[in-house]
Every structure is written in structure tokens, then in C-alpha cells.
């Protein structure tokens, strides 16, 4: 019998990997399309280099207590530049009052926050791919109210009823929490997708004062979220406005500025496996070292390729068969 064992997963495979044959093929085959903020872009399906071995490494104490002094530092506005090291100066005198005798505390805290920015980097990455290949209606703002929530509970029923929406109505959503510089509120900053009539609550038309602008604006409250979380925003968005990637950077700022994870709901592509030929192709370029495809505006369309899109894999059978290398 065919082995039709798994040999590699075709979703979130990563941008410079090593190819299935040192020929150089044709230009028909498999791709990986993602967007990069202007236009589809692509790179060649290819094999990984190597295999990921074991899980997550556990944390020591250390590692925890470098964590919490760095999110702390990002929340102060603290940074290394070339006139100061204002961050490693924060959490070099936080963990000298633990780890005094470490052996190269100083070596030990550079080489995290390295780390960090390697990882902040990669999680940038990843949220402009999938902000930019998917599709948003709307860009939402949800405020904590004490006299509803603490802020543990805001969060934890706030993640679990958009899940639900996800689940039950099709919502589709990427943000992250942020406290206010004012007055250290927090807040969840999303880009979300809902379907036409799904939309849970009313919607309606509310003055509120905004520190930021220093004036009254409009916003537009959903009337189920006033309810069960407080002060909200559905702010209407179009995807072709040049509006659009401002409102992708300013989620992005958050996530740099304090450090929060960003919160997705399960079915947001990174990128779309498909199969292209030539003439689907416009120019050739490299980027970061790797052969990367610049691609008509048409290549992919939201309901078709993207909208119910999941996952492939390519098994033994489709090597044979319909290789990503062929036409």
C-alpha cells in the first residue's frame, strides 16, 4: 500500500526554507500567498530544514522574574538606544535584588531582551500578514468598567463571549489589551470581521469625550456590550482606505509599547497554499535573502480562497501525483 504519511504542513510555513530539489523549477507549482500591506506576495512551498524537537521550554524563576521586570519597563516607556540603556538599566537593578550572585546577570539580561525583540519582531510580522490578507468590517473598542468588572474578569468574559460569537455567528477578530497612559484603564483594541446579520445588540450613536483629540466625538456603541462590559466603539472600516493600515499600526504600537499578546479567533489565515502558474506571477524579487514572487491583485478572491479557507497538507500522494514543483 501507498505511504500517505504527512510530510509537510503548507499553512504558516514560513518564509526562507530549504527546497525539495536542488534544480531549479519552473515557475508553475505550489506557493505560499500572504499580503504584505500593497500587493500578494508569494514564496515557493518548501521543505523545512530540520524538525522542531520537544515543547516549550520551562521557565525558570529567573526567566519569570526578567518577564515581568521587562513588560514593566515597556509599560514605564523605558528603551536601549545608543544614547542609554535605559531598559536594561530598569531590570539589571530590579534582579540584582534576587540574583545578585549570578554569574553574568548583565550577559544573562542582554541576551533576553534580544530575544524579545527577535519574537516582538516575528509577532508583527505574522499580525500585518493576516490584518492585510483577511477581511474587516469593523474596527472595535471595548473600555473596562469597575463597576461591572475587574479587570481579570473583563478580560477573561470579554475573550470567551467574542469566542462564542466566533463559534455561533461567524465573528472573526485580531487585537490586543492595552492600559490607557491617563489613567491605566484597560482596554481591547480589534480589527473584526462580522458577517451581514450577525451582528449581536444595537447599534447606536453616543457623544463621549475623548482625552486623546481633547474634544467630543461620535462613536458608535453596541448596546449588547454597553450591557455586559461597559463603554465600546464599533467603528465602520473599509479595507480599501488608506485609513485601513493606520488602524493595523495602531493596534501594532500596544504590542511593542507594553508588551501584550495579541488575541485571535481561529479561523484567520497567515497565508494561502494555491497552486499558481506563470502568468499569475508579475516579477521576481528577493527579499531578506529569500526568492519571493510579486503577484496580480486578482490572484486571490475573499469568499473563493480565503473566507472557508483550512490548512493542507501534501502527502506522499500528492508528491507523486501533483507535485508543487509541476504545473
Same mark, same amino acid.
Given at each position: 500500500?501507498?505511504?500517505?504519511?504527512?510530510?509537510?504542513?503548507?499553512?504558516?510555513?514560513?518564509?526562507?526554507?530549504?527546497?525539495?530539489?536542488?534544480?531549479?523549477?519552473?515557475?508553475?507549482?505550489?506557493?505560499?500567498?500572504?499580503?504584505?500591506?500593497?500587493?500578494?506576495?508569494?514564496?515557493?512551498?518548501?521543505?523545512?530544514?530540520?524538525?522542531?524537537?520537544?515543547?516549550?521550554?520551562?521557565?525558570?524563576?529567573?526567566?519569570?522574574?526578567?518577564?515581568?521586570?521587562?513588560?514593566?519597563?515597556?509599560?514605564?516607556?523605558?528603551?536601549?538606544?545608543?544614547?542609554?540603556?535605559?531598559?536594561?538599566?530598569?531590570?539589571?537593578?530590579?534582579?540584582?535584588?534576587?540574583?545578585?550572585?549570578?554569574?553574568?546577570?548583565?550577559?544573562?539580561?542582554?541576551?533576553?531582551?534580544?530575544?524579545?525583540?527577535?519574537?516582538?519582531?516575528?509577532?508583527?510580522?505574522?499580525?500585518?500578514?493576516?490584518?492585510?490578507?483577511?477581511?474587516?468590517?469593523?474596527?472595535?473598542?471595548?473600555?473596562?468598567?469597575?463597576?461591572? !468588572? %475587574?479587570? *481579570?474578569?473583563?478580560? /477573561?468574559?470579554?475573550? &470567551?463571549?467574542?469566542?462564542?460569537?466566533?463559534?455561533? $455567528? +461567524?465573528?472573526?477578530?485580531?487585537?490586543?489589551?492595552?492600559?490607557?497612559?491617563?489613567?491605566?484603564?484597560?482596554?481591547?483594541?480589534?480589527?473584526?470581521?462580522?458577517?451581514?446579520?450577525?451582528?449581536?445588540?444595537?447599534?447606536?450613536?453616543?457623544?463621549?469625550?475623548?482625552?486623546?483629540?481633547?474634544?467630543?466625538?461620535?462613536?458608535?456603541?453596541?448596546?449588547?456590550?454597553?450591557?455586559?462590559?461597559?463603554?465600546?466603539?464599533?467603528?465602520?472600516?473599509?479595507?480599501?482606505?488608506?485609513?485601513?493600515? !493606520? %488602524?493595523? *499600526?495602531?493596534?501594532? /504600537?500596544?504590542?511593542? &509599547?507594553?508588551?501584550?499578546?495579541?488575541?485571535?479567533? $481561529? +479561523?484567520?489565515?497567515?497565508?494561502?497554499?494555491?497552486?499558481?502558474?506563470?502568468?499569475?506571477?508579475?516579477?521576481?524579487?528577493?527579499?531578506?535573502?529569500?526568492?519571493?514572487?510579486?503577484?496580480?491583485?486578482?490572484?486571490?478572491?475573499?469568499?473563493?480562497?480565503?473566507?472557508?479557507?483550512?490548512?493542507?497538507?501534501?502527502?506522499?500522494?500528492?508528491?507523486?501525483?501533483?507535485?508543487?514543483?509541476?504545473?
Amino acid at each position: 500500500m501507498m505511504n500517505t504519511a504527512t510530510l509537510i504542513p503548507l499553512d504558516d510555513a514560513g518564509d526562507c526554507l530549504l527546497s525539495f530539489f536542488e534544480d531549479e523549477p519552473s515557475a508553475d507549482g505550489w506557493y505560499n500567498i500572504s499580503h504584505d500591506g500593497g500587493h500578494f506576495v508569494a514564496t515557493r512551498v518548501m521543505q523545512r530544514k530540520g524538525k522542531h524537537t520537544g515543547g516549550a521550554k520551562q521557565k525558570e524563576d529567573i526567566d519569570i522574574c526578567f518577564d515581568s521586570l521587562y513588560t514593566a519597563a515597556l509599560r514605564k516607556g523605558l528603551k536601549d538606544t545608543k544614547r542609554g540603556t535605559a531598559m536594561t538599566d530598569f531590570i539589571l537593578a530590579g534582579m540584582m535584588k534576587l540574583y545578585a550572585a549570578h554569574g553574568d546577570l548583565g550577559g544573562y539580561i542582554s541576551d533576553h531582551i534580544e530575544r524579545k525583540q527577535r519574537n516582538l519582531y516575528a509577532r508583527k510580522k505574522r499580525f500585518r500578514r493576516k490584518a492585510y490578507l483577511n477581511k474587516w468590517n469593523y474596527f472595535v473598542t471595548f473600555t473596562f468598567d469597575d463597576a461591572k !468588572h %475587574t479587570p *481579570e474578569t473583563f478580560r /477573561k468574559k470579554l475573550r &470567551k463571549c467574542l469566542s462564542n460569537l466566533h463559534t455561533r $455567528r +461567524g465573528w472573526r477578530y485580531m487585537g490586543v489589551f492595552e492600559y490607557s497612559p491617563e489613567k491605566g484603564r484597560i482596554h481591547f483594541h480589534a480589527l473584526a470581521y462580522i458577517p451581514d446579520g450577525q451582528m449581536f445588540g444595537n447599534i447606536e450613536e453616543k457623544q463621549s469625550y475623548s482625552p486623546q483629540a481633547g474634544k467630543m466625538r461620535t462613536r458608535r456603541e453596541n448596546s449588547f456590550f454597553a450591557d455586559a462590559f461597559g463603554v465600546n466603539d464599533f467603528a465602520e472600516i473599509d479595507e480599501t482606505a488608506l485609513t485601513y493600515g !493606520h %488602524t493595523v *499600526e495602531y493596534i501594532l /504600537k500596544y504590542i511593542e &509599547k507594553q508588551g501584550e499578546r495579541i488575541v485571535y479567533s $481561529r +479561523g484567520v489565515p497567515t497565508v494561502i497554499c494555491k497552486k499558481l502558474t506563470a502568468t499569475d506571477i508579475i516579477t521576481e524579487f528577493v527579499h531578506y535573502g529569500c526568492e519571493t514572487y510579486l503577484l496580480f491583485d486578482d490572484i486571490l478572491n475573499w469568499e473563493r480562497d480565503i473566507m472557508h479557507y483550512k490548512p493542507k497538507q501534501m502527502t506522499m500522494i500528492d508528491l507523486i501525483c501533483n507535485p508543487p514543483w509541476a504545473a
